[in-house]
């Protein structure tokens, strides 16, 4: 079952951040990207945070976090998964990976699992639409992608981010 909810956070975890950045003039974006590194994402209370450290009104600080399409406000898995359904991706059976993702991971688009591993999105065209049906793994382009070839991918991404972390 997949979740876009905001969990609990650890605000101290930004403490170094706003250390460093003492000094800086107009450091918002910089401690957004830090603190977007820090969580993955720009969670409510983090958005909060920064606004009241900074001195800065809180809707200032959600325009820029929502301007930049760097920034994410929901929270996002380690690995994302984008599957193409621009028209040349649908026809060549977008549905059917939508499917099997869904049974194999428990989540829709725009849901992230609930361990954090995967993010899937819907994209419509990636301009590949010769290699459809499309997907891309952590920003690398898979065409003409078969569900048993997709899932065995996804598995295996997640697999050796994995053994690299315990290494
Ligand atoms: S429609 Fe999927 S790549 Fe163009």
Redesign the pocket.
Known sequence: MGTTDNAAVDLCLMDPVFEKYREQKGPLIPILQRAQGIYGYLPPDVLQIIAGRLGVPLGKVYGVATFYSQFYLERRGKHVLRL???????VKGTAILMTVVQEEYGVGPGETTEDGELTVEIV??????A????ATLDGQVMGRMRPETLVRQVRKQIASAQRATDA
Do not use: F, N
């Open positions: 193409c359904d621009g028209t040349a991706c649908h419509y065209c990636l301009g590949s639409c290699l459809a049906p499309v």
